[in-house]
């Protein structure tokens, strides 16, 4: 069996063979709250639960009686849906590097309606969003840029209509003297035939959708997202040009729509803005804008867990914080609103 350093299957078969059904998966949700032994979060008695031969996900506290679910305060409380149809989706959802659409998901798993998968999908994306996230930026210089995202449209004519601004910030890494496969030289890109990595990566990243460019805009996502001592590297928009005087260490220049200019000053937000753009359009055939800010939280929770993806499982599935998941209602008629990242 394949495992990853973290202790989690790293293959689809091996990920079969460690949740096979129902029950596995209720004993990883157990364990996981009680490593040690069941503790009823009411009375605060310790030993062994009733347990009920058809409501895996419930337990019994033995002395005041009180059932305790285990998929409560993640984004699975109150489903109907099987532990095991939840399970799969998160790991697909957080190791493939496409994503997962809804309809590839209902076809995948065996759902009769669309609607579950989608559902689903939705709820795992709010468990992708830290309330207590961290700023990014310090020692690493930061990119920030906006761009315009739309969605396709029927009867509207050729083109992308309905267009948004989505204003993004990344970090710009440098690896370390001596890393495995690096790049010593920025004109080296192979050694004995063999691709080498970049001596300047992509590190944290953060995509929000805004309303408009203005400058109290670009400067709320900028305190709201970057530290303080962070140095900023923009074009030439206006709506950046008091972030000197507001004590940030910031490098603007126009670029003019001169692509070698742009490739670089500002290499690694447009290679973000260029790999979301393509994966909006490739996986999810467009995206309306009511949703468009958890399709954000998606690529960049992915994005940001790359290296490591087989974390994000707890995660999506709202173990490791209480996350709050949208309702069906909610998710339809516009009424939830997305969190941002």
Same mark, same amino acid.
């Given at each position: !069996? +394949?495992?990853?350093? %973290?202790?989690?299957?790293?293959? $689809?078969?091996?990920? @079969?063979?460690?949740? /096979? ?8 949700? *157990? ?16 030993? &062994? /639960? ?8 419930? $337990? ?26 939840? #399970? ?15 309809? @590839? #998901?209902?076809? @995948? ?5 669309? *609607? ?16 207590? %996230?961290? +700023?990014?930026?310090g020692e690493h210089t930061v990119e920030v840029d906006e761009t315009l995202i739309g969605g396709r449209t029927r009867g509207e004519g050729h083109g992308v209509h309905h267009k948004v601004y989505v204003i993004g910030a990344v970090e710009v890494r440098e690896r370390k003297d001596g890393e495995d496969r690096s790049s010593e030289d920025s004109h080296d890109s192979h050694k004995d035939g063999i691709p080498l990595k970049k001596r300047t990566y992509a590190g944290r990243v953060r995509l929000q959708v805004i309303k408009d460019r203005k400058t109290a805009t670009c400067e709320r996502f900028i305190q709201e997202n970057l530290r303080p001592d962070t %140095? ?12 000197? *005087?507001?004590?940030?260490? =910031? ?8 692509? &070698?200019?742009?490739? *670089?000053?500002?290499? !690694?937000?447009?290679?973000? #803005? ?10 999810? =055939?467009?995206?309306?804008?009511? =949703? ?20 994000? #499982? ?20 516009? &009424?939830?609103?997305? /969190?941002?990242?």
């Amino acid at each position: !069996m +394949t495992i990853d350093p %973290r202790g989690f299957p790293t293959t $689809l078969p091996d990920f @079969q063979k460690v949740f /096979p059904d129902d029950r596995a998966c209720a004993a990883y949700l *157990e364990q996981l709250r009680w490593p040690e032994i069941f503790c009823c979060p009411k009375c605060g008695t310790s030993g &062994e /639960p009733f347990r009920f031969k058809n409501r895996l996900g419930v $337990l019994r506290c033995r002395f005041c009686r009180v059932d305790v679910s285990l998929t409560a305060q993640t984004v699975m409380d109150h489903t109907h849906t099987p532990l095991s149809t939840w #399970f799969w989706a998160a790991y697909l959802i957080t190791t493939q590097t496409p994503g997962e659409s809804a309809l @590839q #998901f209902q076809r @995948q798993l065996g759902l009769s309606r669309y *609607e579950t998968a989608y559902q689903i999908l939705h709820k795992l994306r709010s468990g992708m969003v830290r309330p207590d %996230r961290d +700023t990014i930026g310090g020692e690493h210089t930061v990119e920030v840029d906006e761009t315009l995202i739309g969605g396709r449209t029927r009867g509207e004519g050729h083109g992308v209509h309905h267009k948004v601004y989505v204003i993004g910030a990344v970090e710009v890494r440098e690896r370390k003297d001596g890393e495995d496969r690096s790049s010593e030289d920025s004109h080296d890109s192979h050694k004995d035939g063999i691709p080498l990595k970049k001596r300047t990566y992509a590190g944290r990243v953060r995509l929000q959708v805004i309303k408009d460019r203005k400058t109290a805009t670009c400067e709320r996502f900028i305190q709201e997202n970057l530290r303080p001592d962070t %140095r900023i590297k923009t074009d030439g928009w206006t709506g950046y040009d008091r972030l000197g *005087e507001l004590g940030w260490p =910031h490098y603007g220049l126009a670029l003019n729509a001169d692509p &070698e200019l742009t490739q *670089e000053h500002l290499p !690694m937000i447009h290679l973000v #803005f260029s790999n979301l753009k393509s994966w909006i359009l490739g996986t999810h =055939h467009g995206i309306s804008q009511q =949703h468009l800010q958890a399709y954000l939280n998606e690529y960049t929770f992915r994005f940001n867990r790359r290296f490591y993806p087989m974390t994000s #499982f707890n995660s999506v599935l709202g173990l490791a914080a209480h996350a709050v998941p949208p309702t069906y209602n909610g998710l339809y008629s516009g &009424e939830w609103k997305h /969190p941002m990242t």
